[in-house]
């Protein structure tokens, strides 16, 4: 059960319907390239989607004892990335530039495979063990054998996109690979905020803030906005448009994403509540907390600057409620709609059908929508 | 000191002046390159290849407290990466087509960052603690920062070939691309060949053998080969020509490096001598003694049929001196010739200057020379 910040039950709707259709047109191509994959490293591909596959008579590797089955229930669709909001913006901006869907198809196919490949990748290096509230891949499967399926993915990504050879291949595919660039440097900023105090001059700005989010999560969904314009033949002007939309959205469903982590629901996201504070990440509800110039904000700074690093598990029930006392999850919310205005403004100079415009506001309310 | 098989001292000498000049022309590109990254995997990248770098006041992160410190006298140019032979075959595939060496620095540049980004995963995949007699990147650096500096290793590869965005562009990516696929193919037949027993009807042929080497050995090898003359404007009939060349000649490459693998020099390889087998993995210079009709080969067979598998390190001597009895050496000396014979034929057909062509047969003997 979702509910919506400031989304209307009938935004919600029409996103679905925007997500369903982008599976329904991906997942034929999706599974087809996934499928070229070596033999074991297409079935760790098919597990990491959430597909049937048949191991063979011993069943997938196990890489650990403690995992000894998957759980029935578990599957993809209830997490983000099983929902097909990349594909969807991909179709959603060939659709506004008026090209038929299949014209769009590789540019889906390649978005959810690199989509697929940094979760792969990012589960080994953050040792995260569950996604998508199932074993991650590395934990059923192995480091190694995770590792090459990661590559695998990539490489499918882009061959995706080079199966013509045309000029517009090599656009599309420079756009997908500068965009897995600039995700890298969000990474690597965001993880540098971890070494950073709370408070004091060295103190993790919310500039700073949106520019590693705009990497980290914007490049790719702009990616995915961007390459839907340039199959549909958008020219760069246009194709620019479509990628600061995403980069603004991909700010937005950071802060969403954000208040997830620190406050539930832990369904959704996977992991524990509050996991975030206690790595000393600088998620956007603290950062914009302690720029509150309340007492509660003051407490919170105090709290922070003085407790042991990392902090105490004990301590974080106390902290999340000063975080909310100052104000860090409102002010969070509102950092996330204006964000959300401001990528919808990107596009207002673009000329599209009320319903295709409807559709990318409904689609970014989805984005940032409020757990249950 | 390195001898050839087959290969006169002005040949090596040819070999070497072109890895250098290859080094020479392609060392300012690949660093501009590498510091692309963002600041941590920057340091990675520049470790891998050998360079000297500002690490910062802590210097580079620890993996373990095993690694105390990287040798100063390790040099890469050492290991056979740090020789340049896919650079210098890329320059040599545009010089054969008229093209100058300018032309032909992003193929260069490519193939040298996909090299060491397989290597950099493959090391992390394998557990293989050294490289190029210093400690590998992930023990260096960590799993998590090596895997993500591969990473970054593969996607600048693409951008160095995506940067014109235009139809050859497009033909290059996709080239390196499909190398990539191809390769993974081969390792992953050549790890499954690891499960298969060493005689009887599931055996691993000397067919099966070659197939494999020409994925995990000869895709980048074809692929360089074939970048060069892409970027060198060459014709798809052409540019399928020097891929031959380079697929014959990662089968021989192979052959070169199993009797490395198995006999040594240790320095050259940073493998314990025999590890191959003990792993049992299906390398040539075994199954070629397999399959000789001689009293040893029977004698092999026994043994290594009836043996424990992992086969015990005390068994090592004897079965390496069985293997050299059955002839595997001298066979698989003639397969690597072969093989470089038919990589040669393969450019018959293609104009270029007697001394061009001279430099090639000198890039073949130098890839399969004998080890000290």
Same mark, same amino acid.
């Given at each position: ?8 039950? !009938? ?9 369903? *259709? #982008?599976? *329904?047109?991906? %997942? ?10 070596? /033999? ?9 989607? @959430?597909? %049937? ?16 089955? +998957?759980?029935?229930? &578990? ?5 983000? !990335? ?10 959603? &901006? ?8 299949? *014209? #769009?198809?590789? /540019?889906?196919?390649? +978005?959810?495979? +690199? ?17 998508? /509230? ?5 934990? %059923? ?15 499918? &990504? ?15 595919? &420079? ?8 995700? $890298? ?80 629901? *832990? ?29 509660? !904000? ?28 100052? @104000? ?17 403004? $990107? ?5 599209? !059908? ?19």
């Amino acid at each position: 059960m979702t509910t919506a910040a400031g989304a209307t039950p !009938s935004e919600l709707r029409v996103a679905q319907q925007m997500c369903e *259709r #982008a599976r *329904r047109w991906t %997942q034929p191509a999706l599974r087809e390239a996934v499928a070229r994959l070596p /033999g074991p490293l297409a079935a760790a591909g098919a597990y990491q989607f @959430g597909w %049937q596959h048949s191991y063979g008579p011993e069943g997938p590797g196990r890489a650990s004892d403690e995992v000894d089955e +998957v759980p029935e229930a &578990a599957s993809p669709a209830g997490a983000d !990335s099983g929902k097909a909001v990349r594909p969807a913006l991909v179709y959603l &901006a060939a659709e506004a530039l008026g090209a038929p869907a299949e *014209r #769009a198809v590789p /540019g889906a196919v390649a +978005v959810e495979l +690199v989509h697929n490949f940094t979760l792969v990748h990012d589960d080994i290096t953050d040792g995260d063990a569950t996604r998508r /509230g199932r074993p991650a891949l590395w934990r %059923q499967f192995g480091v190694g054998p995770a590792l090459l399926a990661g590559d695998g993915l990539h490489v499918l &990504a882009m061959d995706a996109l080079l199966r013509r050879r045309d000029e517009r291949s090599a656009v599309a595919a &420079a756009l997908l690979n500068r965009a897995l660039i600039a995700t $890298m440097y969000g990474q690597v900023r965001d993880l540098g905020f971890v070494q950073r105090p709370w408070a004091g001059p060295e103190a993790v700005s919310v500039a700073e803030y949106r520019a590693a989010a705009r990497g980290k999560t914007g490049a790719l969904l702009a990616c995915a906005a961007a390459l839907g314009a340039v199959l549909a033949g958008g020219l760069p002007r246009q194709v620019a448009r479509f990628a600061a939309f995403g980069r603004h959205m991909g700010v937005a469903f950071q802060c969403a994403d954000d208040i997830l982590g620190l406050w539930g629901d *832990r369904q959704r996201t996977g992991k524990p509540v509050g996991d975030d504070l206690l790595q000393a990440r600088k998620t956007i509800p603290v950062l914009l907390a302690l720029t509150a110039d309340t007492p509660a !904000s003051a407490r919170l700074r105090d709290l922070l600057t003085r407790a042991e690093t990392p902090l105490n598990r004990e301590a974080l029930p106390g902290v999340l409620e000063l975080i909310g006392e100052a @104000g860090g999850e409102e002010a969070t919310r509102r950092e996330a709609e204006h964000q959300t205005a401001l990528a919808l403004r $990107m596009l207002a100079a673009v000329p599209m !059908s009320a319903e295709t415009r409807a559709r990318f506001a409904a689609m970014a309310a989805y984005l940032t929508r409020r757990g249950s």
